[in-house]
T-cell receptor, first 114, second 110 residues
């Protein structure tokens, strides 16, 4: 069974630009969550999607948005990039949303904002 | 507010036992997770506790006390490959947000 895949793996952008990251969950998984990981802040929850609906959202500004498609693939978008957005963005999938459903992480997309 | 604390770094010797503690204060509780993350890699799931007590899985065990807002991860028969960061995470608000601790970087020495 293929794992969670994320594209691209590395990305370099400049301030003010916008970026779209993609995540394909494990086949059969309907929940996709996004996280931002930085050395200073650790792993922070961005949002969670289940059956094309955003179920939960972390404390991030509106510049961070996402969506999920009918095949459970998900994208997240960051507009008007800032230097502080440089981070590893991780996607995780699980069978269902909430409670004890184990999350499987993808390899991440490393975004550098110059 | 949401707060999860873990020691920043720990060092142990190959073959020994190490306990990594995690304390949490969150609005609501619906489970505590432990993840292992090697440098440059994505986190991998280790364990899940929702009821008080000990969950054992091979060399790894995880304990939870909801009344104390406390958990620990116990690693036995340490191996060099166990050198990694260990992340404690809590599901709060009846399964809503997922809050991660800062992680504990464990170094296993020969």
């Amino acid at each position: 069974k293929a794992g969670v895949t994320q594209t691209p793996r590395y990305l370099i952008k400049t301030r003010g630009q916008q970026v779209t990251l993609s995540c394909s969950p494990i086949s059969g998984h309907r929940s996709v969550s996004w996280y931002q990981q930085t050395p200073g802040q650790g792993l922070q929850f961005l949002f969670e999607y289940f059956s094309e609906t955003q179920r939960n959202k972390g404390n991030f500004p509106g510049r961070f948005s996402g969506r999920q498609f009918s095949n459970s693939r998900s994208e997240m978008n960051v507009s008007t990039l800032e230097l502080g957005d440089s981070a590893l963005y991780l996607c995780a999938s699980s069978l269902g949303a909430g409670r004890g459903n184990e999350q499987f992480f993808g390899p991440g997309t490393r975004l550098t904002v110059l | 507010g949401q707060n999860i604390d873990q020691p920043t770094e720990m060092t142990a010797t190959e073959g020994a036992i190490v306990q990594i503690n995690c304390t949490y204060q969150t609005s609501g509780f619906n489970g505590l997770f432990w993840y292992q993350q090697h440098a440059g890699e994505a986190p991998t799931f280790l364990s899940y506790n929702v009821l008080d007590g000990l969950e054992e899985k091979g060399r790894f065990s995880s304990f939870l006390s909801r009344s104390k807002g406390y958990s620990y991860l116990l690693l036995k028969e340490l191996q060099m490959k166990d050198s990694a960061s260990y992340l404690c995470a809590v599901r709060d608000n009846y399964g809503q947000n997922f809050v991660f601790g800062p992680g504990t970087r464990l170094s296993v020495l020969p």
